[in-house]
């Protein structure tokens, strides 16, 4: 036989082997089963507030009285916390819709604030560890602050005004550890 003919069998029969082997493709394989299990949420909820008397003014109730420099509003509200579920951290926040509305120059020397606690201690406002019945306290402040020298809300016949819309307390779920 010639070498081309020879060459020529050699890579038919190598092509061959080539084809043949491409469809014998082995492997092992297994499986096992794990148990499944229940799954039950929990829940968080806050109960109607109890906000006691109102809006104080330096602690006597807030009505009509016309506020001056130095002055503070305060409104101390409770919730009680109706919760289920292990590990529950949960952030606070108040909105106050659109905040202050009314006289620009009133509003811009009116310094409002918000502390928080958790069964009568103070807490921050992220990732607080909370419980069933947990007694949350908000106090809300508006600040006239007195001492500093600005006389544009001193104006003749008085009667600048600012609004405080309704307030919404929110109490959120959240989870430092970054599980999702």
Not at 12 to 28: E, M, P
Not at 94 to 122: I, K, R, S
Not at 127 to 148: H, K, M, Q, R, S
Not at 149 to 165: C, I, K, P, Q, R
Request: overall charge negative; proline content about 2%.
């Amino acid at each position: 036989m010639n070498k081309t003919t020879k060459g020529s069998l050699a890579a038919g029969a190598a092509a061959v082997l080539l084809l043949g082997g491409a469809g014998s493709l082995a492997y092992w394989t297994d499986n096992a089963t794990v148990d499944g299990t229940s799954i039950t949420s929990g829940y968080m909820k806050l109960t109607d507030p109890d906000c006691g008397d109102g809006w104080l003014l330096e602690g006597v109730a807030y009505t009509d009285q016309l506020l001056v420099p130095g002055d503070t509003l305060t409104k101390s509200c409770t919730f009680v916390l109706n919760a289920e579920g292990d590990n529950l951290l949960a952030d606070f926040d108040v909105d106050a819709g659109d905040e202050l509305t009314g006289d620009q120059v009133l509003l811009d020397e009116l310094v409002p604030d918000v502390a928080y606690t958790v069964n009568g201690g103070t807490v921050g406002t992220s990732d607080v560890a909370v419980a069933n019945a947990d007694v949350i306290g908000v106090d809300l402040e508006i600040d006239w602050p007195y001492g500093v020298e600005d006389n544009d809300s001193n104006v003749d016949g008085g009667g600048l005004t600012a609004t405080l819309d309704q307030i919404v307390f929110t109490v959120t779920q959240s989870n430092s550890t970054g599980n999702n």
